[in-house]
């Protein structure tokens, strides 16, 4: 009889992947259903891309690769970071890995230690607490108040006990799922904060290029040396560049810390696969239009969605995003009166109205529900109206 781990006995699928299946099951079955819940680029890769991975596999890019990555590409990575992100950047700081996702599982398996605590500004991305419970340490959450517009305070963690085996923290800015984008005094203070702790920073900017409204992204290593040295940074093409299936991102960290995550790296996946990774050098050249066309895109679905959201604000509140493509709505107007958890509410929207949604309490804050509009304005129409009739009707 095969017995699991304890590191992995208590181990879930990631919930929005289950919310997907589900929804992807009801509609095998004939059902209609729209799902918000997947955080996916709609779009196809980019064409050149494409072309890049088929031309590279044609010519026999399809072999083993260094463990860190083909320094081609930690180069062109390296250098679009100096010149886009305002701090230098040398390729041996750069590891190529399989999905940012991936880059956070690494580092923290490089950081944290069994009985350890990471701190996590939250609401958070689903994915956090597993990842870290899986290095046999746990998370602390520091709150997010809907009054600040979901954006750090530090001053409202005056009260909170951080315990002395506290670590780490996790910063996460365009910000899933809230949509928030963090300025650069919110960082400043916060990785001062953090700095005065003597935590290291994992900053998760999987989202940096997806902006509106003129927000501009502030990486945590482009506030200073001192916040650089503590700091290991993941970022993609998965979600700017619709790659997510590509399994594609890199981490950026002190040489010596790199080192290891390439040695962890090598002693698992081995690497990225080799016409990915040569396909990415492709998607770092690309002129910005591509990308703005995109953006723009989301931004017009975004606009659509707040038009929508107004309408129903009988119901519901909301944090104007400016930044990913998620809304993060507080649904306790329509839930407290009816004793309804969110959870209830996102499984019967999906059983009679065929609406995916993601809980907020997915994202450890109940009484919410999260969005994610990179789905077509057709969609979004049709999930709209399905929304209207079930809060009407309940
Ligand atoms: C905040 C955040 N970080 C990381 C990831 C993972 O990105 P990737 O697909 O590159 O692994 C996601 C994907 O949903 C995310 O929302």
Not at 71 to 96: F, H, K, Q
Not at 246 to 275: C, V
């Amino acid at each position: 009889m095969l017995k699991f781990a304890t590191r992995v006995q208590s181990l879930k699928s990631s919930s929005i992947m289950e919310i997907s299946a589900k929804a992807q099951e009801l509609k095998a079955q004939g059902f209609d259903v729209i799902s918000l819940a997947a955080g996916e680029p709609d779009f196809n890769t980019p064409e050149p891309i494409q072309k890049a991975a088929t031309q590279a596999m044609a010519e026999g890019i399809t072999r083993y690769t260094p463990a860190p990555g083909f320094l081609a590409l930690r180069e062109v990575i390296a250098e679009m970071v100096t010149r886009e992100n305002g701090y230098e950047v040398s390729p041996d700081e750069v590891t190529i890995v399989s999905g940012a996702k991936h880059g956070i599982y690494l580092a923290l398996q490089c950081l944290v230690e069994p009985g350890e605590a990471i701190l996590v500004p939250t609401p958070a991305w689903v994915s956090y607490s597993p990842m870290v419970e899986l290095t046999g340490a746990h998370i602390i959450p520091l709150p997010l108040f809907e009054e600040d517009g979901f954006r750090p305070n530090v001053d409202r963690w005056k009260g909170l006990a951080i315990p002395p085996n506290a670590k780490g923290i996790i910063i996460n800015s365009p910000n899933n799922p809230t949509g928030v984008v963090y300025t650069k005094e919110d960082l400043t203070r916060l990785v001062s904060w953090a700095i005065q702790r003597n935590l290291w920073i994992l900053s998760d900017e999987i989202y940096e290029k997806i902006l509106y409204d003129g927000a501009k992204h502030t990486s945590v290593s482009a506030l200073g040396p001192e916040a650089k040295n503590c700091t290991v940074t993941v970022s993609g093409f998965s979600k700017s560049y619709s790659m997510t299936g590509w399994r594609l991102g890199w981490t950026i960290a002190p040489k010596e810390f790199s080192k290891k995550l390439g040695a962890l790296q090598s002693q698992s996946n081995s690497h990225t696969t080799s016409f990915v990774q040569w396909a990415a050098i492709t998607a770092a050249k690309l002129p910005p239009t591509i990308l703005q066309s995109m953006v723009s895109e989301f931004d017009t679905r975004r606009q659509y969605c707040m038009k929508r959201l107004d309408g129903l604000s009988d119901y519901l509140t909301y944090t104007r995003p400016t930044g990913a493509f998620y809304f993060f709505i507080n649904m306790s107007k329509f839930l407290v009166p009816r004793k309804m958890s969110d959870v209830e509410f996102a499984k019967t929207l999906l059983e009679k109205e065929y609406l995916g949604v993601v809980p907020g309490s997915s994202f450890g804050k109940e009484n919410c529900m999260r969005i994610s509009y990179a789905t077509s304005l057709k969609n979004l129409e049709t999930a709209f109206n399905r929304l209207e009739t079930f809060l009407k009707t309940h």
